[in-house]
């Protein structure tokens, strides 16, 4: 994880790979631009044990994200800090640029959430990137479960994460896309969309990537059989642990979601670090009951505990 930085130079929030889709949308907004004041959310926490408890020792936010203290929510996990993620500008704009880093001790129990959705409004100039970093230490469990990302018309946006993943450590990390505000009858009018997930070691070895690109007006569009399939919800459970043979997390992951009213494909990471999951739905409730029966099923087999009320009605 980066030492001491400038937080607000721009080869710190900016991204280290933009995909070349968006180089064409690199235009100098009428509104506040890359590094203005509000454009740039930083989140920066570290987690240490103490105790019997994990506790949040080291915290650097700029809005617009911020978090609160964290809670104990969990009666199974007492000790497990669960922290959730706002944004006070109620969305991402047009050159917005975030960065959060969650660097997780040896032997920490760690859950990091969302408030709410994340919207992404619609841009007219530039697009809008936010990098996640999340370093999982030696023994470390580790959650990174937000509420699902929502396009308007016109949005373009890019999201990088890299896990690094102690060889001793559990990392849960996931992702859910929907097709924009549905009920206005924004089906896939977002502009472009793009995800770059990568999965490491420590010492930098690179254990899996998985790359997303949504783009309606290009060649194929995304309501293929490839992506969406005809579906409005796209969500994916990535599970990276010793602590069980891959096989029987992607044996769990199938068998919890067998039956539900939702298409989905599990199967082993590369290495057999872990296990993953896709799951495809035409109601936004449905594929959320998955994505937590997904979640449940790995915290029993991983920790022999179920899954917490998050608690955000």
């Known amino acids: 994880m980066p030492g001491t930085r400038d937080r607000l130079a721009p080869e710190y929030y900016e991204p280290v790979r933009l995909p070349p889709e968006f180089a064409g949308l690199a235009t100098v907004p009428d509104t506040l631009g890359p590094g203005s004041p509000a454009k740039v959310g930083v ?6 044990l103490r105790g019997d408890r ?9 809005s617009p994200l911020e978090i609160m203290r964290p809670l104990y929510v969990d009666p199974a996990l007492p000790g497990m800090a669960c922290t959730y993620v706002m944004a006070t500008g109620g969305g991402i704009a047009q050159a917005d640029r975030y960065r959060q ?15 709410a959705a994340t919207k992404v409004y ?17 023994g470390a469990y580790v959650e990174y479960l937000p509420d699902p990302l929502i396009p308007f018309r016109g949005a373009r946006f890019h999201q990088s994460a890299v896990l690094t993943v102690h060889e001793s450590a559990t990392a849960v990390y996931a992702e859910t896309v929907t097709a924009g505000r549905i009920a206005r009858g924004e089906r896939h009018a977002y502009t472009l969309l793009a995800g770059d997930l990568e999965i490491r ?5 690179l254990l899996a990537v998985d790359t997303l690109r949504l783009r309606p007006e290009g060649p194929g569009g995304v309501t293929g059989p490839a992506v969406f399939a005809g579906h409005d919800h796209v969500a994916s459970l990535f599970v990276v642990s010793g602590r069980r043979p891959a096989a029987e997390i992607a044996d769990t992951l199938h068998a919890c979601l067998t039956g539900m009213e939702v298409v989905h494909g599990a199967s082993v990471l590369p290495q057999d670090c872990g296990a993953w999951v896709r799951v495809l739905g035409r109601e936004q409730p449905r594929v959320a009951d998955a994505v937590r029966a997904a979640w449940d099923a790995v915290r029993r087999l991983l920790t022999g505990h179920p899954a917490p009320d998050l608690r955000k009605q």
């Open 101 to 115: 880093d969650i660097t997780c001790g040896p032997g920490t129990e760690v859950l990091i959430t969302t408030q």
């Open 54 to 62: 994990t506790e949040l020792v080291g915290r650097y936010q700029k």
């Open 122 to 138: 619609r841009m007219e100039h530039d697009y809008a990137t936010q990098r996640i970093h999340i370093g999982a230490d030696d």
């Open 201 to 205: 070691r420590p010492d930098g070895t």
């Open 43 to 48: 989140l920066d926490l570290t987690y240490a």
